[in-house]
């Protein structure tokens, strides 16, 4: 019995290890082409590498293959659905029809040009661009990629309002019902990018798309590698390929770049940071100004206008970023101040005036070093959550507070969403978003400030300001709308609504000679292109 | 016999119809809404009638029991569901990551035990000599180091220093062998004074002082310690099998070991029920089968707890 009972777990264990053997390690790899990259994917075993080589003869001017390393990695390559055009757009998969620039404007990029009339904007394709396989873009193309993209995302389900027509093979119209200033900008957004929704037979790992390169091993949620588009409508491709290693942990991502075994990547940490910026001939390190803030919401409902205004007069952005070494710059407004909507002034830190408005509102020090008004003590109900560093911004603004006597708790959620933003229940609440997705302020204005925004959580409302958004939404002179958008900042900045902390940096370290890597584009979602170069 | 086994699969069913509703219940409980974590995972805010869309696009919207009785009908039929996160189906993720799970630690586990069976015996055996401090000294250092620690410095020491392996490995042999050496080494720690104080133990019994006055020979006196031992051994692999099959967070997301417990983190942030509810299911069944092997294993090895 006994020897029989262990004969039997023997055999189960050996027959279990067995098929785990055969399967671990082996993700759901979809190969769709190349064998170049392969070789790549072998060769980045080794633990000292050169930049890997291959033979085979391109139209491109390099033979090159660039390794990086992406910190998200999802299970669809499909570009419409949820974020998943973000990723083909940073493998240079898919392109759109207009493209951020480094100043933050929409350029054209698949398309000529788009006209408004009106409400209706007339969309121009530019000639000769091409999918592929080969197969053209059409007018009718797009218009069903955009239909689409209404249908599988529901961020995009407005577009199902608008009226799409194929005027003819290379223009198009959409009629968007009211004035729709911002769509020129929205079709930048990468999850507009193009797919041969005719060709492409498994959208989830294999799109067919216009960028210069195309899939040629995709792991869910794993390495994703790409090969040169030997069809690109835009010309040469310098680069003969791209492998994306998923590396979600900073540790690892330094370690591979000192061994060699990455060229370059972006969203790099402090630590890391610190590093690679005392061997500056080994690794070229750009740091820019990104569209990611940190702010602050005073809660109007809790706290009177004095203590607002001495909060936001003793809250030190500058030292904040100095603190978090790099990775942050201090924020004037929410947005980059290079962009026309990003005029606006803040005062300056001024302690000694935070102290004196609030002994004039009444507030006394007490024996203890902190504010109080009628036996109550002044304390400020901060609650963060800790991810994208304000975990640490909350310590430091605690810390900055307590130095002219205000004196605050600390709470911590998982969710910010879920609690404090959807209750109110705080007195500053922290929290980080893009404010700036496609180069226009209307996004960020109408989810924090507008009447009902879910970010409007702390009770900003100002009439003339909702009347300025009202005129905002419809305004189609860009020089118009920067004004307007500098004026309804100003507000909620004169008003004490919110502290506008620092603008994440793009962060990017290059191997020397790498070049191309999206690293003066202030914007997340881009990354390889056809002038991506490896010397 | 047959009722027993019977017995014990019914056991076993009621067991997980309780877990899976108590862990049903806590996430319904628990703030956080998986409609709104997937809109805004990148930042981008979102409007009220977007997530109410998305809400009940989800089935978020309906009432916890029709929730729970959907699922749990849904599983019964064989189907984990679709992915809250990805619309993916969720069956082959759980597949997938567990496969891969299993094969690290059943690697490492492997590794362990050898290790800690010779250390440990080896100690005991020889106590308060040289090899019996080294040993043990090992074993407290090992045991204390965290898995971040020690995943930091091999890779350093054996990627940067030695360039003996890569950073970035793949599902080969060679990936095999840094998280390998990252689960082990704690693990050994442990094993190494767990089977060093068992057979102790058993050297302080009355049948080695009897065995050694008959004058039995060292070898088979030794062996029959380690026999003796082994039940006890048993019960803690069962305990490690269970805690390994679980995950080593760190060690899969520093290596990009694609295993269970990254995919279920990923899924507790992302508040993706239907892999958390597949999780837990899997999980519960793991440990009672691995634990009622453990125990019929006791008894094979000690039939004194039978008769107990």
Redesign the interface.
Known sequence: ??KR??TL?MTA?LA??A???T??????ETVTDGTETTEA?ET?????QETVEIDEGNSGSSDKILRTAASFA???LDVH???YG?YTSIYGVSETLFKMDENMNAVPMLAEDAVADGSVWTITLKDGVAFSNGNPLTADMAVRNLQRLAEVN??F?YLADFEMTAVDDKTFTVDTGDVYPTLRNELASPEFGMMDLDATTDFDNDPICTGPFVISKFQ???DVEVVRNENYWGGDVNLAGAVF?????D??KL??M??G??DCYNSVSSAALAVYEQEPDKYNVVSIPGA?LQFYILNENTLDDAVREAINLTVDKDKIAEYLSGTVSPAVGPFNTNAAYGKVTVPAVDTAKAKEILEADGYMLNADGFYEKDGERLTINIKYYAA?SLDTIAILIQEQLKEVGIDSILGV???P???YIATGDFDLALY???AD?AGDPL??IE??LMDG???DCGGFDDAHCEELIGELKYETDTVKRAELANEIIQIAIDDNAFGYVGLFNSTTVLRPGVSGFAETIPF?FYGIDADTTIE | MIRNILKKIAEIVLILVILSFFVFLLLYIA???PA?????????????Q??D??RE?LGLLKPFLVRYGEWLLSVIRGDFGI?F????PVA?KLY?GL??T???A?TSLSVSLIVSFILGVSSALRKDSMLDHAVRIYSFIANSLPNFLIS?LL??FF??KL??????????I???VMPVLCLSIPMTGRFIRQIRTEVLNQMNEDYVMGMKCRGVKKHYIALNIIRNSLGHIFTIVAIQIGTLMGGSVVIE??????GIGKLVMDSISARDYPVIMGFVLIMGTIYIVVNT?SD??DK??DPRIEKD
């Open positions: 019995m006994k009972l262990l777990m264990v279990l290890s098929v785990a053997c399967s671990a390690g082996v993700g759901n994917a980045s075993g080794d633990a000292t999802y299970a669809s659905k949820e974020y973000w529901e961020r389900a869910p949620e794993g290693y998923y590396m979600q942990e540790d690892p370690l591979a000192q061994s075994e990455i990611r994208r959620e998982e969710d969403d879920a609690t980080c978003m893009i997705k996004y960020f989810s924090t925004a879910y970010y997340d | 703030p956080g809404d709104e974590k997937r809109l805004t995972s990148q930042g981008v805010a979102i409007t009220k977007v997530l869309a998305e696009r992915s996160k990805d619309d993916m082959p997938k496969l891969n299993f094969f690290l059943f930091v890779m350093y990627c940067i360039n003996i392996f890569p950073v970035i490995a793949s599902g080969n060679q990936g095999l997301a520093i290596f990009r070991w694609p092997l019929m294993l094979v090895l």
